[in-house]
């Protein structure tokens, strides 16, 4: 064998470790993959979907995604539904911000929500491992089970 295969190999080991080592990091980092939709629609309901657009008129089965805002008017109503069968409704003249939406490392669904303004209520679901936290004011709740 000479230097130069031998120099090659370990440079090709070093890449492969490297290249495996990055696969597992990624593997362990929480997913963005999550199905939130806007299940029902009443009246004015508009969202910020932080594309930088502001605020647009909503519609029905609209995805849901980290970081988007969802606001009633005076006449509108909207109930957003996750995964699993969880339901969060706004009342009229609210506003909700989806701050945290994500899969854990073993799956579990992670959801923070913030109330900015006005009446939200929240039919959820008891399902091991899953954090639904909602924040208003300088408050804030975590809900550990069905509720």
């Known amino acids: 064998m000479t230097m130069r295969t031998l120099g090659l190999g370990k440079t090709l080991a070093l890449v492969a470790v490297l290249a495996s080592t990055f696969m597992v990091v990624s593997a ?4 963005k993959a999550r199905i939130v939709r806007l299940s029902d629609v009443e009246g004015t309901v508009q969202i ?12 029905l089965n609209l995805p849901m995604v980290e970081g988007s805002r969802l606001k009633t008017g005076a006449n509108g109503r909207a109930e957003i539904e996750f995964e699993d069968g969880s339901a969060l409704r706004l009342g009229n003249d609210s506003e909700v911000e989806f701050s945290h939406l994500a899969l854990g490392d073993e799956g579990q669904k992670i959801s923070t929500v913030t109330l900015l303004s006005g009446t939200a209520y929240a039919n959820l679901r008891d399902k091991k491992g899953d954090q639904f936290l909602l924040k208003f004011g300088q408050q804030s709740i975590t809900v550990p089970e069905a509720a």
Request: hydrophobic share 30%.
């Open 28 to 31: 362990a980092a929480e997913s």
């Open 48 to 59: 910020d979907r932080t594309s930088g657009d502001g605020f647009e008129r909503a519609f």
